[in-house]
T-cell receptor
C-alpha cells in the first residue's frame, strides 16, 4: 500500500540555521504531496503542496520539490525562527484513490 | 469561519463505556476523514467517507464505527472503549481532486481508564 516515511526527530536547531526534513514515499501512479504543520495544541494546517513531478511548493520561506525519480519531497528552509517550532508532517493523496496518507511527523525545536 | 469543528474537545471514559465523537464542517466538502494521533506513529486513518451515506475503512478501523447521514457531519463511535483507544482524534475534510487541501479540526483528546 501507499506509505510515507519521514526522518525521525526531534530536530533541534539554533535560530537562523538551515533546515532539512527528509520525506520519501511509496505510491502507485502520481500522487499529490503535501507538508502539514501542527503547532502545540492545534490541528494540522497545510504548509505547502506539489501535484506533479518537478513542481516546487513554497510558503513562509519553506519549500519542497516533488522528485519522482527519488520518490522524495524533502522540506527545506534557509533560516529557521523560534516560531517555526512545531511538528511537521509529510503526506500524500493517492492519484487513484481517496485516502490521505501521513508520515509519522517530525518534531522541530528551534532555540534562540 | 468555523471550518471543521469537533466535539467534545476532551473526554475521559471508563473501559467498556461507549461514546460518539462529532465532526461538523461548513465548507460543503465531499470527503471526510477520522484519524488518530499517537506519539511516534503520526496520524493513522481510522475511517473515511467520500460522500453522504458512504463510509470506508482506513488503516486502523477495529473498535470504531462511523456514520455519514448528512454531508456536513461525520460521526465516530466507540462501542466498548479500551485503554488502547486512548489517543488524540482528528477529523478532516476536503474536496475531491488530486491536489485538494485537507482542513483539520482542533482534535479530541480521549483517555480511557
Amino acid at each position: 500500500g501507499n506509505s510515507v516515511t519521514q526522518m525521525e526527530g526531534p530536530v533541534t536547531l539554533s535560530e537562523e540555521a538551515f533546515l532539512t526534513i527528509n520525506c520519501t514515499y511509496t505510491a502507485t501512479g502520481y500522487p499529490s504531496l503535501f507538508w502539514y504543520v501542527q503547532y502545540p495544541g492545534e490541528g494540522l494546517q497545510l504548509l505547502l503542496k506539489a501535484t506533479k513531478a518537478d513542481d516546487k511548493g513554497s510558503n513562509k520561506g519553506f519549500e519542497a520539490t516533488y522528485r519522482k525519480e527519488t520518490t522524495s519531497f524533502h522540506l527545506e528552509k534557509g533560516s529557521v525562527q523560534v516560531s517555526d517550532s512545531a511538528v511537521y508532517f509529510c503526506a500524500l493523496r493517492e492519484e487513484y484513490g481517496n485516502k490521505l496518507v501521513f508520515g509519522a511527523g517530525t518534531i522541530l525545536r528551534v532555540k534562540s | 469561519n468555523a471550518g471543521v469543528t469537533q466535539t467534545p474537545k476532551f473526554r475521559v471514559l471508563k473501559t467498556g463505556q461507549s461514546m460518539t465523537l462529532l465532526c461538523a464542517q461548513d465548507m460543503n466538502h465531499e470527503y471526510m476523514y477520522w484519524y488518530r494521533q499517537d506519539p511516534g506513529m503520526g496520524l493513522r486513518l481510522i475511517h473515511y467517507s467520500v460522500g453522504e451515506g458512504t463510509t470506508a475503512k482506513g488503516e486502523v478501523p477495529d473498535g470504531y464505527n462511523v456514520s455519514r447521514l448528512k454531508k456536513q457531519n461525520f460521526l465516530l463511535g466507540l462501542e466498548s472503549a479500551a485503554p488502547s483507544q486512548t489517543s488524540v482524534y482528528f477529523c478532516a475534510s476536503s474536496s475531491p481532486g488530486i491536489g485538494a487541501e485537507a482542513f483539520f479540526g482542533q482534535g479530541t483528546r480521549l483517555t480511557v481508564v
